[in-house]
């Protein structure tokens, strides 16, 4: 009977757990759900537009390449604050490539840029929504996708060879990008590179959310290509 009673209040316990956690989980989806419908960004750095977010960032990337940087919100105050919550300008779609450490190349810090890193910058499902998220809830005002010089899932996805496990998923995202791509040697690589970073932004514009703050002009999308041996970031669309 004494061994029943510990199972009974056990199992109460479990219940209630489970109810807290129910609860708070439909509150944070609440929560999300109501920013996605009307976005509410922080204003402090998102008070500025689309066209200012993206000369921010190509102006990060000039101090880094002339060795200017000023490494700005990287100290101990910034994170204090940053820890309260977080209002990044722009959003970022890149290679997982570790030669392209996004904070780094644009010279920025702490909060300052919502990043998605995926090997080959693709935008599959689940970096489409978190995307949607750092744009729409958070308030990033320029999306850009960037490719890279010499990206390995860009080349293996050109060569076609067979890869393991659940690599080929990433190749099979960039393949509809290759189909019209020219040129020989390096230069094929690159049109490539560049051909994927145009899909995946046409893939992002397809998103209903990141279509309506486009169409409202609190967003702009944009794409861009990383040179490993400079630093420069160029845009190309």
Same mark, same amino acid.
């Given at each position: 009977?004494?061994?029943?009673?510990?199972?009974?209040?056990?199992?109460?316990?479990?219940?209630?757990?489970?109810?807290?956690?129910?609860?708070?989980?439909?509150?944070?989806?609440?929560?999300?759900?109501? &920013?996605? *419908? =009307?976005?509410?960004?922080?204003?402090?750095?998102?008070?500025? $537009?689309?066209?200012?977010?993206?000369?921010? @960032? /190509?102006?990060?990337?000039?101090?880094?390449?002339?060795?200017?940087?000023?490494?700005?919100?990287?100290?101990?105050?910034?994170?204090?604050?940053?820890?309260?919550?977080?209002?990044?300008?722009?959003?970022?779609?890149?290679?997982?490539?570790?030669?392209?450490?996004?904070?780094?190349?644009?010279?920025?810090?702490?909060?300052?840029?919502?990043?998605?890193?995926?090997?080959? &910058?693709? *935008? =599959?499902?689940?970096?489409?929504?978190?995307?949607?998220?750092? $744009?729409?809830?958070?308030?990033?005002?320029? @999306? /850009?996708?960037?490719?890279?010089?010499?990206?390995?899932?860009?080349?293996?996805?050109?060569?076609?060879?067979?890869?393991?496990?659940?690599?080929?998923?990433?190749?099979?995202?960039?393949?509809?990008?290759?189909?019209?791509?020219?040129?020989?040697?390096?230069?094929?690589?690159?049109?490539?590179?560049?051909?994927?970073?145009?899909?995946?932004?046409?893939?992002?514009?397809?998103?209903?959310?990141?279509?309506?703050?486009?169409?409202?002009?609190?967003?702009?999308?944009?794409?861009?290509?990383?040179?490993?041996?400079?630093?420069?970031?160029?845009?190309?669309?």
């Amino acid at each position: 009977m004494k061994g029943n009673q510990q199972n009974l209040d056990l199992s109460r316990r479990n219940l209630l757990k489970f109810g807290a956690l129910a609860l708070g989980t439909g509150a944070v989806t609440t929560s999300i759900a109501a &920013n996605l *419908a =009307t976005p509410q960004p922080a204003a402090a750095q998102n008070n500025i $537009t689309p066209d200012e977010a993206l000369q921010k @960032l /190509m102006e990060g990337n000039k101090r880094f390449v002339d060795q200017k940087r000023q490494n700005p919100n990287q100290n101990t105050a910034r994170l204090t604050e940053v820890a309260r919550g977080q209002n990044p300008f722009a959003a970022i779609l890149s290679c997982a490539d570790s030669r392209v450490p996004t904070e780094i190349v644009f010279d920025q810090g702490l909060g300052d840029l919502f990043v998605v890193r995926e090997a080959g &910058n693709i *935008a =599959t499902a689940e970096e489409t929504g978190s995307l949607e998220f750092g $744009t729409a809830v958070l308030g990033a005002k320029v @999306l /850009m996708v960037i490719g890279h010089e010499a990206c390995g899932a860009v080349q293996a996805a050109l060569q076609g060879s067979a890869v393991p496990g659940q690599i080929g998923s990433i190749l099979a995202a960039i393949k509809p990008a290759l189909a019209n791509v020219t040129g020989e040697g390096d230069k094929r690589l690159e049109n490539a590179i560049k051909a994927n970073v145009m899909l995946q932004m046409q893939r992002l514009q397809a998103s209903p959310v990141i279509q309506q703050l486009v169409k409202d002009g609190k967003l702009k999308v944009v794409g861009a290509y990383y040179d490993l041996d400079t630093g420069v970031i160029s845009l190309i669309s």
